[in-house]
């Protein structure tokens, strides 16, 4: 019986990638050292410091190995942006980023850990918006991906579309955001920083870039 074999060039990274990569992680660990020295956060959670930079790499890694999708007319351009805009502000919702609620407090920066901070938190009568830079990052990203498949399904059709509608690669990561929040408060920055699941959070959302860089020809 015939066997096959893989060649190791397919999971293998190149030399370049790997220097690339190297480069990367030693500018963020300079970046990091900084940030402490410079402001007042102070580093309480190792672990917690890792978090954020492995959504803003993966982040970089899912935006670049997708490009600019391609449309055949203005049209699907404009209706991929709108979809993409619409999911971002649900990811939002469900992510903590913006509550339809707020104390009227006003806006301040929280100088939290690199990733997490600096954040801009703004607490009106009707509305509480806690950016929080990695978050913003990742859901931009997840939107992005989600219009580029929208543009990908335009091109066939119909059917295409149906499929997209149905498609789980876009229902988790709503989905799994909706329940990691339920673990922790997500009402202003110091809270999320806190109290939020990070390992939870943060494979939700290395899964959600995966599934929807996945995606069968429809």
């Not at 066997?3 to 690339?20: D, I």
């Not at 600096?118 to 990203?141: D, H, N, R």
């Not at 673990?183 to 109290?195: H, K, M, N, P, Q």
């Amino acid at each position: 019986m015939p066997t096959r074999t893989v060649s190791t060039s397919v999971v293998r990274p190149s030399r370049e990638t790997l220097l690339t990569w190297a480069a990367v992680l030693n500018g963020e660990l300079v970046a990091v050292l900084l940030y402490f020295a410079l402001t007042t956060a102070t580093p309480t959670d190792t672990v917690a410091i890792v978090y954020p930079f492995v959504w803003i790499n993966v982040a970089v890694w899912a935006v670049r190995r997708v490009g600019v999708p391609s449309v055949a007319s203005r049209r699907q351009a404009a209706v991929a942006a709108g979809v993409g805009v619409g999911y971002f502000l649900l990811l939002g919702g469900v992510g903590g980023l913006y509550m339809l609620q707020g104390a009227g407090l006003g806006a301040r920066v929280a100088w939290l850990s690199p990733g997490w901070g600096p954040a801009l938190v703004y607490s009106g009568t009707a509305v509480t918006v806690s950016l929080i830079p990695f978050k913003l990052v990742g859901y931009a990203t997840l939107a992005y991906l989600v219009a580029a498949a929208v543009a990908d399904a335009a091109r066939t059709g119909v059917a295409g579309l149906v499929g997209l509608a149905s498609c789980v690669s876009c229902a988790w990561p709503v989905l799994g955001t909706l329940l990691a929040g339920l673990f922790g408060s997500t009402s202003a920055a110091v809270t999320i920083a806190e109290s939020d699941p990070y390992g939870v959070s943060t494979v939700v959302f290395v899964s959600s870039v995966v599934v929807l860089l996945w995606r069968p020809s429809w």
